[in-house]
Nanobody, 124 residues
Framework: QVHLVESGGGSVQAGGSLRLSCAAS????????MGWFRQAPGKEREFVAA????????YYADSVKGRFTISRDNAKNMVYLQMNSLKPEDTAVYYC?????????????????WGQGTQVTVSS
C-alpha cells in the first residue's frame, strides 16, 4: 500500500508561485502514473495534472496549462507540482494520488491512495 503526503501549500498573492511536493512511502511509485487534483469549497474534485510512470508523458487541465508543471523523481519516490502565475481561482486543497490504470486518466475515479491534501490560497 502506498501512503502519500502532500506539502508545500500556503498563501500567496496572485502572480506568485508555489511548489507542491508529494512524498510516497510504503511502496515504490516508479511503476505508476501519478496525478494532482484539487478541490475548492463547494466544488467537486477536479483534475489538475498527471504524468505517466516514466515521466515521458504529461497531461494538464486547460485551466493550468502553461502555468503548472508536474514532475517526478522516482529515485526519491516523489512527485512535484510547480505552480506559477497563480490566480485566485487556483485556491483549493491540492491532492496527489496514484493512477489505478496502466493508461493515465484524468478522472478522480481512476486514482487511489489519496493523500490528505495541502491548502493553497491565492489572494488578489
Amino acid at each position: 500500500q502506498v501512503h502519500l503526503v502532500e506539502s508545500g501549500g500556503g498563501s500567496v498573492q496572485a502572480g506568485g508561485s508555489l511548489r507542491l511536493s508529494c512524498a510516497a512511502s510504503g511502496r515504490t511509485i516508479r511503476s505508476y502514473g501519478m496525478g494532482w487534483f484539487r478541490q475548492a469549497p463547494g466544488k467537486e474534485r477536479e483534475f489538475v495534472a498527471a504524468m505517466n510512470w516514466s515521466g515521458g508523458s504529461t497531461y494538464y487541465a486547460d485551466s493550468v496549462k502553461g502555468r503548472f508543471t508536474i514532475s517526478r523523481d522516482n529515485a526519491k519516490n516523489m512527485v512535484y507540482l510547480q505552480m506559477n502565475s497563480l490566480k485566485p481561482e487556483d485556491t483549493a486543497v491540492y491532492y496527489c494520488a496514484v493512477c489505478r490504470t496502466l493508461r493515465v486518466v484524468t478522472t478522480p475515479t481512476g486514482y487511489n491512495n489519496w493523500g490528505q491534501g495541502t491548502q493553497v490560497t491565492v489572494s488578489s
